[in-house]
């Protein structure tokens, strides 16, 4: 026999019996976004390289190190690692900035990031995430949290922990940077390889580590003085207190974290997770924020935005199960012809129809439709001579014998 190939490590297969929970997903996803008044955008799964190079900032070494970068016909090309960047290019190129704000956009597909794969990190995962570009008030920044919230109450996920903080804005976090780097200084030797980088080049960063040697540094009484202090700027304050009086407003619960300044270098101002008890140490679903200069940076006009993603996987292991529905009905008989027509008619009228096509004993088509339908359809030579059909309930064994045009009301 050939060698057997093996899926790639950190990707995996959705299996059918797994498909209706992913399905479940993305159909609350379109009618909860819908409701707000968000379009689905489809944008493609590999960009030019500089797109990502350039929208995650220069900071990123840890970043660039998880892309999928490959040469086509001397062009840099990369799978996405999110979806933010590409929706900003789509909007951008088609003249998105022209269209009355807010433009409120969804997505839902795969992300490619070469990670360790463990327990809920994939390196080929799915997000489902939206951006709103073009306000620049803390409405939108409530808005997009609460459609969070409500996305995932319709899943029926209530028991999640919404994060929030301010980042301010370029001008108040330069004072903040060069504070948390002096009150680091003498810790340097003993942060993580990663904070060691990050410590010159984006010193804010450091905060997000998951390193439980580096969270301890921060744990340290005159360092997490520093980090706990009040920066932002009184413009930024209000925008951040405005923020929570709406969500407030509309109930929703938070927790302001200090220690939230999410991956990318991109944001300002708001920045936000929501976190579950029960996934272990990967326990973020949702993360987003507020990018006002991205738009710009990637070489459109000025254009304030706000947005977020949700790890579907992550996602997933949260929900129920949900079984594999079974057809409507499943043809038994001994004459394709006649259960090809019969079933073409129902399916025609909606119905689920399936029918032996390997010429099975008429035994082994009663055992297959009792596994995967509802009614069985039986199609004898008695009944096929008499233009009847048996419907059998097969929840209940019930069985009655009917004209052939009554087989649709029954079923
Ligand atoms: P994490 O801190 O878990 O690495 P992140 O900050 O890198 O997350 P984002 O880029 O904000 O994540 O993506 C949003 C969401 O996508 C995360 O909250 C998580 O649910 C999910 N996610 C991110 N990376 C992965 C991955 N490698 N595998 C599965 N899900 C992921
Ligand atoms: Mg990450």
């Known amino acids: 026999m050939a060698k057997i190939i093996n899926v790639i490590k ?5 299996l059918p019996q797994e498909a209706g929970a992913w399905q479940k997903l993305e159909e609350t996803a379109l009618e909860v976004f819908s409701k707000y008044g968000y379009h689905e955008i489809r944008t493609p799964i590999f960009e ?17 190190k998880e892309l999928y970068t490959f040469e086509q016909s001397d062009r840099s090309l990369t799978m996405r690692r999110e979806k933010t960047a590409g929706v900003v290019r789509s909007f951008i190129e088609n003249g998105m900035s022209r269209l009355s704000p807010p433009v409120k956009l969804w997505y839902k597909g795969p992300m490619f990031r070469y990670e360790r794969p463990q327990a809920g990190r994939q390196r080929q995962f799915h997000q ?50 060069a504070k948390i780097k002096e009150v680091l200084k003498p810790e340097f030797e003993n942060l993580c390889e990663d904070c060691q980088t990050r410590y010159e080049k984006n010193p804010l960063r450091l905060l997000d580590c998951k390193v439980e040697s580096c969270k301890a540094i921060f744990e340290k009484p005159e360092i997490k003085k520093v980090i706990q202090s009040d920066f932002i700027c009184e413009e930024c304050a209000v925008h951040f207190s405005t923020l929570k009086s709406y969500l407030d ?37 949702c993360g987003g924020g507020r990018y006002d200069s991205l738009v710009r940076n990637l070489g459109g006009e000025d254009t304030p935005a706000v947005g977020w993603a949700m ?23 001994t004459s394709p012809a006649d259960a090809f027509e019969l079933a073409e008619e129902l399916r025609a009228a909606g119905k689920s129809v399936e029918f032996d096509l390997a010429n099975k004993k008429f035994t082994k088509q009663l055992e ?38 009554m087989v649709l009301s029954l079923i």
């Open 249 to 285: 407003k509309t109930g929703i619960k938070y927790v302001e974290n200090k220690l939230l300044v999410r991956g990318l270098d991109y944001y300002n101002r708001t920045v936000f997770e929501i976190k579950s008890n029960n996934l272990g140490s990967q326990n973020a679903v």
């Open 48 to 64: 030019a390289t500089e797109l990502f190079a350039r929208g995650v900032g220069d900071t990123t070494d840890i970043v660039k």
């Open 10 to 14: 950190g990707t995996k297969d959705i």
């Open 368 to 405: 297959k439709a009792s596994k995967v339908a509802n009614y069985a359809l039986i199609l004898g030579e008695d009944e096929i001579k008499a233009n009847k059909v048996s419907v059998k309930n097969l929840e209940t064994s019930e069985q009655k014998t009917v004209s052939r045009d």
């Open 128 to 177: 489902v995430g939206v951006e709103m570009f073009g306000v620049k008030q803390p409405a939108a920044d409530a808005e997009v949290i609460l459609l969070a919230v409500n996305y995932l109450k319709a899943l029926g996920l209530n028991d999640l922990e919404v994060e929030i903080n301010s980042l301010g804005c370029p001008a108040c976090r330069e004072a903040y940077k």
């Open 311 to 333: 790890g579907m996987e992550r996602l997933n292991s949260l929900l129920p199960e949900v079984p594999v529905s079974k057809i409507d009905a499943y043809i038994v008989s």
